[in-house]
Nanobody, 115 residues
Framework: QVQLVESGGGVVQAGGSLRLSCAASGSAFSINFGRWYRQAPGKQREFVAGITPGGSTNYADSVKGRFTMSRDNAKNTVYLQMNNLNPEDTAVYYC?????????WGQGIQVTVSS
């Protein structure tokens, strides 16, 4: 089972930036897919961004142009660079790394954007 450790969350003012990191244990990280989700209070968990083993990315419409997902296979880590944050981005963010046969989730990390 792959273990994931997230970091980089916190409190930021509207218009600010944060970078989330998700470090994975195990080997062969380069062939894993990765996704970020978030869950705001009282709302369902929603997809934020995804990345393929080849580095192709896709994003939810609400974050396009503001968030960038990337990966560093040498460090077994995926990132989520979040710019121009607004209060609607406040949520617990979860990292998900998976292949066809398994899926692992991080513990979640709080991001709070103050107005």
């Amino acid at each position: 089972q792959v273990q994931l450790v997230e970091s980089g969350g916190g409190v930021v003012q509207a218009g600010g930036s944060l970078r989330l990191s998700c470090a994975a244990s195990g080997s062969a990280f380069s062939i894993n897919f990765g996704r970020w989700y978030r869950q705001a209070p009282g709302k369902q968990r929603e997809f934020v961004a995804g990345i393929t083993p080849g580095g192709s990315t896709n994003y939810a419409d609400s974050v396009k142009g503001r968030f960038t997902m990337s990966r560093d296979n040498a460090k077994n880590t995926v990132y989520l660079q979040m710019n121009n944050l607004n209060p609607e981005d406040t949520a617990v963010y979860y990292c998900n790394v998976y292949r066809a046969s398994w899926s692992s989730w991080g513990q979640g990390i709080q991001v709070t954007v103050s107005s």
